[in-house]
């Protein structure tokens, strides 16, 4: 069974403190695996998308990479609108191509 | 209106009762999505809808019952449902079922 275990549960950070939050997968077959970020009382936003081992992709702060068993997700002197929680998901190549999603990581930047 | 928009945005409902969540989206898109995130637990699929048929149904019980009448709007149909059904029901949108989704903000269910 397709599965994915974020952490930490809970990050706080000081402004401009650079820390990583960890997603490792098992997938039988991976087609892509995911990033989004989840303000309160919103939808998740779609942040990223990895397909194979070794890619990385940057967006502002954030630098999103993969291995075959892990993601990380990097943020780089952090603000606090950084302030979400950040979801990783996994997509698998073979069957309904759903998307299975971790718990998150509840990430707070304090000034 | 852009994007996928939700309403009831919240929802309180006695155990007898029947109510409807509804999803529009406005960026042509041709698969649509359920989902429920209760606290503590990852994002749970409900129902997918690929040009407008149902092509998964994640073990949902009976009290809830999806509708999709055309590719831009989705409805769950609610009933009789139970206090530990509570949660944020979430509706998405994707092009081809690829992963790359647009969520709704949700609705924010309780059940008393």
């Known amino acids: 069974e397709d599965q994915v275990t974020q952490s930490p549960e809970a990050l706080r950070l000081q402004e401009g403190e650079s820390s990583s939050l960890n997603c490792s997968y098992t997938?039988?077959?991976?087609?892509?695996l995911f990033w989004y970020r989840q303000d309160p009382g919103k939808g998740p936003e779609f942040l990223f998308t990895l397909y194979s081992a070794g890619e990385e992709k940057e967006k502002e702060r954030l630098k999103a990479t993969l291995t075959k068993k892990e993601s990380f997700l990097h943020i780089t002197a952090p603000k606090p609108e950084d302030s979400a929680t950040y979801l990783c998901a996994v997509q698998a190549r073979a069957g309904f191509q759903k998307l299975v999603f971790g718990t998150g990581t509840r990430l707070l930047v304090s000034p | 209106e852009t994007g996928v928009t939700q309403t009831p945005r919240h929802l309180v409902m006695g155990m007898t009762n029947k109510k409807s969540l509804k999803c529009e989206q406005h960026?042509?898109?041709?698969?649509m999505y359920w989902y429920k995130q209760s606290a503590k637990k990852p994002l749970e699929l409900m129902f997918v809808?690929?040009?407008?048929?149902?092509?998964e149904n994640n073990s949902v019980p009976s009290r809830f019952s999806p509708e999709c009448p055309n590719s831009s709007h989705l409805f769950l149909h609610l009933h009789t449902l139970q206090p530990e059904d509570s949660a944020l029901y979430l509706c998405a949108s994707s092009q081809d079922e690829g992963g790359i989704y647009t969520f709704g903000s949700g609705t924010r269910l309780t059940v008393v």
């Open positions: 960026l042509g898109h041709n698969a």
């Open positions: 997938v039988s077959g991976l087609r892509g």
């Open positions: 809808y690929s040009l407008e048929e149902r092509v």
